[in-house]
């Protein structure tokens, strides 16, 4: 009795086995025929097809390529959940940042205050500014109305007394700034300690 080759009876068995596990493509066309066949089927290409184990054994469905209103959905999904992500992220921030700087409410206070505090200065030393400007404005006025000088001193007066009059504004809008920035501190913190509130709220669950 002839005996084989060893290398022809190794490929007859991978084939064998290969042959064993070969996968069934499965699909219906357009037509409405359905197609079987041991690779996958071109006329189904974009409506996708079902895997099947020689044995019939569903494995797997290949689905059809997205199409453009699928994709731009799909990534206004992933969009959506990167923006809930980033926002999820920025709140953990948020809360270690306040657990970190602000161990009570009236640790929040202190620190509204000492904000406060800084703009209150800045604001009382505009306001004596102001009535300096406003008493030395009154005084060349009262000269200028008085005044028996000669035109170039009377010219010189006046305009010492234009440059109070913009100086007197400009600390007028710096103090309307100021208090602006105090009336805005002042909201930034009662955001504070509300979210203060939650946070710990939250933490004693």
């Known amino acids: 009795m002839n005996k084989l080759p060893i290398t022809l009876l190794s490929a ?3 084939s064998s086995v290969q042959e064993a596990h070969a996968d069934i493509f499965r699909c219906t066309t357009a037509q409405g025929k359905v197609v079987t066949s041991d690779r996958p089927i071109p006329e189904c290409i974009s409506r996708g097809m079902k895997v099947y184990s020689d ?13 453009a209103e699928e994709k731009q959905k799909i990534a206004q999904e992933q969009e959506q959940k990167q923006k809930q992500q980033a926002a999820e992220e920025e709140r953990k921030r948020e809360e270690r940042y306040l657990l970190a700087h602000y161990q009570s409410e009236a640790d929040v206070e202190s620190a509204r205050k000492r904000a406060v505090d800084v703009l209150q200065d800045k ?53 309307a700034f100021y208090d602006q920035g105090i009336q805005r501190t002042n909201r930034e913190y009662d955001d504070t300690l509300k979210r203060f509130r939650e946070v710990v709220s939250r933490t004693r669950r």
Do not use: H, Y
């Open 12 to 14: 007859m068995c991978c």
């Open 55 to 67: 044995a019939g054994r569903f494995k797997r469905n290949i689905l059809p390529p997205l199409s």
């Open 123 to 175: 604001k009382r030393l505009a306001n004596e500014q102001l009535e300096t400007f406003n008493q030395v404005l009154l005084g060349l006025q009262a000269e200028l109305k008085t005044s028996k000088k000669t035109t170039q001193e009377f010219e010189s007066i006046q305009r010492r007394a234009d440059d109070l009059s913009n100086n007197v504004l400009s600390t007028r809008k710096s103090i």
